[in-house]
């Protein structure tokens, strides 16, 4: 599962559970939102928007999971240390590496690995 489906479930799993809590409170008036409880609206702020419209944005036709990415990070990781064309070669997986926050951060770790190996061993 992509990074932004995984954080629009998040979101719709909070809002689920707080219309459930607000459902023991309905026709109470929320000073806040100017608004009754009875009525269940999903709240985003502008920061959660971006990021969901970005992401929305870069999705593309045969998108990768996670998981998919996740398997051939290695190989992909190799490809980028060795300046070789990553994104004409896998571009799905770098369209995944744009769009996913916590696989980008296990690239980044695993490409100082082998970089900090190649600086070792006197490659370049």
């Known amino acids: 599962m992509t ?7 998040r979101i ?40 969901l419209m970005h992401c929305l944005s870069m999705t593309v036709e045969g998108a990768c999971t996670c998981a998919e990415a996740y398997a051939v990070l290695d190989q ?13 070669l896998m571009p799905l997986v770098k369209n995944h590496m744009d769009m996913c926050p916590d696989c980008r951060e296990a690239f980044e770790i695993l490409l100082k690995i082998v970089h900090t190996e190649n600086a070792d061993s006197g490659e370049s």
């Open 76 to 88: 992909y990781t190799e490809l980028v240390a060795s300046d070789e064309q990553a994104r004409q």
């Open 12 to 51: 719709f799993a909070i809002h689920k559970r707080d219309k459930r809590a607000r459902s023991t409170h309905k026709g109470m008036y929320d000073p806040d939102t100017h608004q009754s409880n009875s009525a269940a609206v999903l709240h985003l702020d502008d920061a959660d928007l971006v990021k």
């Open 3 to 9: 990074n932004w489906q995984a954080n629009l479930k």
